[in-house]
């Protein structure tokens, strides 16, 4: 077996899912993934590419057509600039964008920086690499990871910036200042940026902004349809970059999966053209449920930090019991399902994740059972 795959954990979410599946009845406040249903017209273009037998290869990179409509979608939400013939690819979601990315960029014995507590989905990627990854503790400073953290940590193996934003588990982001502060370290230093915005269509008090747009020569954007448009399932992940950079990563995609589904990538053009604005009503949903998931936290005590984006609030816990025995008495004696915070890494010890793409009325039933058990 390989050494490298043998050091790698199970996701410490999946981990404690495992732990407490078995409890009958429970609400879960675990779910990473939107509780609306995929637009009926996105379902009824993949029922219509399956009619007209759009069920063999794509290009490696998607079909040009999806391509282009990304192109203008990206341009047009977000000032982004990539041309649909050599600087887009399409992927089996996101995660296949950024395992692509970072075998393409890294090297043995290089650093990456990326924000502690976070997503466990990249560090994998990296030891695989052969390369460490570095974590910038981020509680002290309400989830953000700045320039001014990030430069302490700048060895001469640093190779690679990663953000996610806005974040996965704590639903932070970063604004244009910092962002452009962070560019100007990446250029200082010669650095790359793998930049996740994954969740960029959920913001709700600022538009997001890309560092695409700041450092694009140095930037590998990853973006694509399962937060913003309920497609989990569809695996349609986006990957930009510079022609230079995208160019070497479409050899590792090829490789790996030859293309993404035929089928997803006809629903995608509909999400990408017609659908534009799907979110948009699913994000007023997260907005109310973000104000109630809130008020109902501090009530109970907890320590929080508001969310810029996503669905998930990243909750200090009352008391002094680890967040691992926290989440699994909630579980145990409230039928409540959290995260322990220590799922996204050792800087997660005393908090716990709660999402809150679930329904209100199911919100409010788990808010008044973690109250009962509380008391």
């Given at each position: 077996?390989?050494?490298?795959?043998?050091?790698?954990?199970?996701?410490?979410?999946?981990?404690?899912?495992?732990?407490?599946?078995?409890?009958?009845?429970?609400?879960?406040?675990?779910?990473?993934?939107?509780?609306?249903?995929?637009?009926?017209?996105?379902?009824?273009?993949?029922?219509?590419?399956?009619?007209?037998?759009?069920?063999?290869?794509?290009?490696?990179?998607?079909?040009?057509?999806?391509?282009?409509?990304?192109?203008?979608?990206?341009?047009?939400?977000?000032?982004?600039?990539?041309?649909?013939?050599?600087?887009?690819?399409?992927?089996?979601?996101?995660?296949?964008?950024?395992?692509?990315?970072?075998?393409?960029?890294?090297?043995?014995?290089?650093?990456?920086?990326?924000?502690?507590?976070?997503?466990?989905?990249?560090?994998?990627?990296?030891?695989?690499?052969?390369?460490?990854?570095?974590?910038?503790?981020?509680?002290?400073?309400?989830?953000?990871?700045?320039?001014?953290?990030?430069?302490?940590?700048?060895?001469?193996?640093?190779?690679?910036?990663?953000?996610?934003?806005?974040?996965?588990?704590?639903?932070?982001?970063?604004?244009?200042?910092?962002?452009?502060?962070?560019?100007?370290?990446?250029?200082?230093?010669?650095?790359?940026?793998?930049?996740?915005?994954?969740?960029s269509e959920l913001t709700y008090d600022e538009p997001h902004v890309s560092i695409g747009t700041i450092a694009r020569e140095r930037t590998i954007t990853i973006n694509g349809l399962s937060k913003s448009h309920s497609m989990t399932g569809w695996r349609i992940g986006v990957l930009m970059a510079p022609e230079t950079i995208a160019a070497q990563c479409l050899k590792v995609h090829q490789?790996?999966?030859?293309?993404?589904?035929s089928i997803s990538q006809y629903a995608a053009l509909a999400a990408y053209t017609a659908g534009k604005n799907d979110a948009e009503p699913m994000k007023e949903a997260y907005r109310e449920r973000r104000k109630l998931t809130e008020e109902k936290l501090n009530e109970l005590g907890f320590n929080v930090v508001k969310p810029d984006g996503a669905f998930y609030f990243f909750a200090g816990i009352p008391g002094k019991k680890s967040a691992e025995q926290f989440a699994l008495d909630l579980a145990e004696h409230a039928r409540v399902g959290v995260v322990p915070g220590t799922a996204f890494g050792p800087e997660g010890e005393g908090f716990i994740r709660v999402s809150y793409a679930c329904s209100e009325a199911q919100l409010i039933e788990a808010f008044r059972r973690m109250k009962d058990y509380l008391q």
């Open positions: 077996m390989n050494e490298a795959v043998k050091k790698i954990e199970i996701s410490g979410i999946r981990k404690f899912f495992n732990k407490i599946q078995h409890i009958d009845g429970m609400i879960s406040l675990t779910i990473g993934q939107p509780d609306f249903p995929t637009p009926a017209h996105i379902k009824e273009a993949a029922k219509d590419a399956i009619d007209h037998n759009h069920t063999n290869y794509t290009h490696n990179a998607g079909i040009i057509e999806l391509r282009k409509a990304i192109s203008d979608y990206m341009k047009e939400k977000y000032q982004l600039d990539y041309r649909a013939e050599d600087e887009i690819i399409v992927t089996n979601g996101a995660s296949q964008a950024i395992d692509t990315a970072l075998r393409t960029i890294l090297s043995k014995g290089e650093e990456v920086i990326l924000p502690g507590p976070v997503y466990p989905g990249y560090t994998p990627v990296i030891q695989q690499c052969g390369a460490v990854p570095v974590f910038v503790d981020t509680t002290a400073q309400h989830f953000k990871m700045t320039a001014d953290m990030i430069r302490p940590h700048i060895t001469e193996q640093t190779s690679c910036i990663i953000l996610p934003y806005p974040s996965n588990p704590t639903g932070v982001s970063l604004d244009e200042a910092e962002l452009k502060k962070i560019a100007d370290l990446a250029d200082e230093f010669n650095l790359l940026i793998v930049a996740d915005e994954i969740y490789y790996t999966v030859s293309c993404a589904s």
